[in-house]
Structure formats: structure tokens, C-alpha cells
Antibody, heavy 122, light 113 residues
Framework: QVQLQQSGPGLVKPSQTLSLTCAISGDSVSGKSAAWNWFRQSPSRGLEWLGRTYYSSRWFTDYAVSVKGRITINPDTSRNQFSLEVNSVTPADTAVYYC????????????WGQGTQVIVSS | DFVVTQSPDSLAVSLGERATINCKSSLSLLYNSNNKNYLAWYQQKPGQPPKLLIHWASVRASGVPDRFSGSGSGTDFTLTISSLQAEDVAVYYCQQYYSTAYTFGQGTKLEIK
């Protein structure tokens, strides 16, 4: 059974960097079975896919056009986890952030983290 | 971009009655080479992440009750709950994965009448 455990601060000041981590158990961040994704959800934007990372002979990372240039998703093989950084945050980045596994076989988001409410405020 | 639009935004149905939610994509989600529709349905309850219900437009995920069914092809899809139970109160989302710029509908809030 795959489990994803999110961690990170719930309050970030404007212009600073939002950093979240998603620890994986029951699978491997560098395994062939899945890609590792970040989402956020807010009343104004709904459910928004932010990006993903996965390993297939080498590491690949894809980002949503809406946030490209502001976010970084990195795998950490030593801790079997992956991270999200959002730079230069504004109140518009206030949202619940989720990590999720995309299983290549069934092509679904089959496992999700518990969610982290992040508020951008001074 | 694939824009996915749901209707209605909210729905109230009596217990034991049928609930129907629609989802329309701006572009076809049918991949001709494998004849599969790249559309999924999720259920989200307050304080929880989305839970997968249906993928490939009509395939129930493991453990999902058979009162949930999905249908449709191309640009028009439907999620049907055949006999509404109290535990089905939630927000339902459709999601396209034809493009890896995954997009979700705006959600349909389902309540008990």
C-alpha cells in the first residue's frame, strides 16, 4: 500500500519561497511504475496541476505553463521523497497543496497526500 | 489547452434516486490508436484529497461501489450514481489526461434533497 506524507509550513510571507515535501512509502521515487506530482486547490483556481517528476533512464520534470519559471520539483532518492518550491509567492498562491502518485499502468492519480493548507500573508 | 466544463455546478437528489453529472471537453479525449477516452472522475469530501472513482471514462476503480458508473466518448461524458446514498455527499470532478497538462472540471457539489 502506497502512502504519501506531506510536510512543510502552513504560513509563508509574500515574496518568500514556499517549500513542501512529500515522503513516499510503499513505492520508490525512482521506480518505473509512477510519476510524482504536485497540485494545489483554491476557490479561485479550483484543482490545478502544478508539475511532476519521474525517472525513465534519466530524470524528467514537467511544469504547468501557468507556474513555469516559478516552481521547482525535485526528487530526493536518499530519503525517497520529492519536493515542491514556489518562488516569490503572493496571496494568490494561498491554497491547499497536494502531492499525488500517477501510476503508469492504469494511468490514474491513485494515491494522494493528505494536503497542506498554505497561507501567504505577512 | 484542454478545457473541461462540468454541469450542473450543484445538484440536490433524494436518497435512493439517480444523480447525473455531465462533463464536456473542449477537445476530443478519444485516442484513436487504442480507442480509449482519457477521462477520469474523482470524489472529494471535505478535508480530504480527491479519490479516484472512474478511469478510461467508464472503468470503476478498485473498491468503488457499482452504483457509480461512467459513460460517454469524445467530448461528452457522464457520471451516474444509480441510487444515492448518504455517504455520496461530496464534490465530484472530471479530469482529462489526454494532455499531460492535466486539467479538472470546476466540480459539482452533490447534496441530499
Amino acid at each position: 500500500q502506497v502512502q504519501l506524507q506531506q510536510s512543510g509550513p502552513g504560513l509563508v510571507k509574500p515574496s518568500q519561497t514556499l517549500s513542501l515535501t512529500c515522503a513516499i512509502s510503499g513505492d520508490s521515487v525512482s521506480g518505473k511504475s509512477a510519476a510524482w506530482n504536485w497540485f494545489r486547490q483554491s476557490p479561485s483556481r479550483g484543482l490545478e496541476w502544478l508539475g511532476r517528476t519521474y525517472y525513465s533512464s534519466r530524470w524528467f520534470t514537467d511544469y504547468a505553463v501557468s507556474v513555469k519559471g516559478r516552481i521547482t520539483i525535485n526528487p530526493d532518492t536518499s530519503r525517497n521523497q520529492f519536493s515542491l518550491e514556489v518562488n516569490s509567492v503572493t496571496p494568490a498562491d494561498t491554497a491547499v497543496y497536494y502531492c499525488a502518485r500517477w501510476g503508469w499502468e492504469l494511468q490514474t492519480f491513485d494515491y494522494w497526500g493528505q494536503g497542506t493548507q498554505v497561507i501567504v500573508s505577512s | 489547452d484542454f478545457v473541461v466544463t462540468q454541469s450542473p455546478d450543484s445538484l440536490a437528489v433524494s436518497l435512493g434516486e439517480r444523480a447525473t453529472i455531465n462533463c464536456k471537453s473542449s477537445l476530443s479525449l478519444l485516442y484513436n490508436s487504442n480507442n480509449k477516452n482519457y477521462l477520469a472522475w474523482y470524489q472529494q469530501k471535505p478535508g480530504q484529497p480527491p479519490k479516484l472513482l472512474i478511469h478510461w471514462a467508464s472503468v470503476r476503480a478498485s473498491g468503488v461501489p457499482d452504483r457509480f458508473s461512467g459513460s460517454g466518448s469524445g467530448t461528452d461524458f457522464t457520471l451516474t450514481i444509480s441510487s444515492l446514498q448518504a455517504e455520496d455527499v461530496a464534490v465530484y470532478y472530471c479530469q482529462q489526461y489526454y494532455s499531460t497538462a492535466y486539467t479538472f472540471g470546476q466540480g459539482t457539489k452533490l447534496e441530499i434533497k
